[in-house]
């Protein structure tokens, strides 16, 4: 008797700040990468599927991404780590908007 079939794995590749499609908020976003093995007796042998996709934390909403893509925002958020949690662009305290900017948060 030979038992086979097969297992899924989430792996949280980034958190993101954008604006979400579902509800229109900025919120944050996990980027995921869903990977379903092949098994034998119990045992993951190989990847036969990967998706990537990301998820609003504010409305919960799921949006399917291709692997470029998701390339793209791991690179952008990789990108942002330089010890300053708002972005290089941002150099005040959250919620100061600077002379002649728009802050997104007020309307």
Same mark, same amino acid.
């Given at each position: 008797?030979?038992? &086979?079939?097969t297992?899924?794995?989430l792996?949280? @590749?980034?958190? @993101?700040?954008m604006v979400?499609?579902?509800?229109? #908020? !900025?919120? /944050?976003?996990? @980027?995921r +990468?869903?990977?379903? +093995? &092949?098994?034998?007796?119990?045992?993951?042998? &190989?990847p036969?599927s990967? +998706?990537?996709?990301?998820?609003?934390? &504010?409305?919960?909403?799921e949006?399917q991404? !291709?692997?470029?893509q998701?390339?793209?925002?791991? /690179?952008q958020? *990789?990108?942002? *780590?330089?010890? #300053?949690?708002?972005?290089a662009?941002?150099?005040?305290?959250?919620?100061y908007a !600077?002379?002649g900017?728009?802050n !997104?948060?007020?309307?």
């Amino acid at each position: 008797m030979i038992i &086979f079939g097969t297992r899924g794995y989430l792996y949280q @590749l980034a958190v @993101l700040t954008m604006v979400c499609g579902w509800c229109g #908020n !900025p919120a /944050a976003h996990t @980027l995921r +990468k869903r990977v379903t +093995k &092949f098994t034998l007796f119990f045992v993951p042998l &190989f990847p036969f599927s990967t +998706k990537y996709a990301t998820q609003c934390t &504010f409305c919960g909403g799921e949006r399917q991404i !291709p692997k470029e893509q998701a390339d793209q925002l791991l /690179a952008q958020a *990789q990108g942002g *780590q330089d010890g #300053n949690p708002y972005g290089a662009a941002q150099q005040q305290q959250p919620g100061y908007a !600077p002379p002649g900017g728009q802050n !997104p948060y007020q309307r």
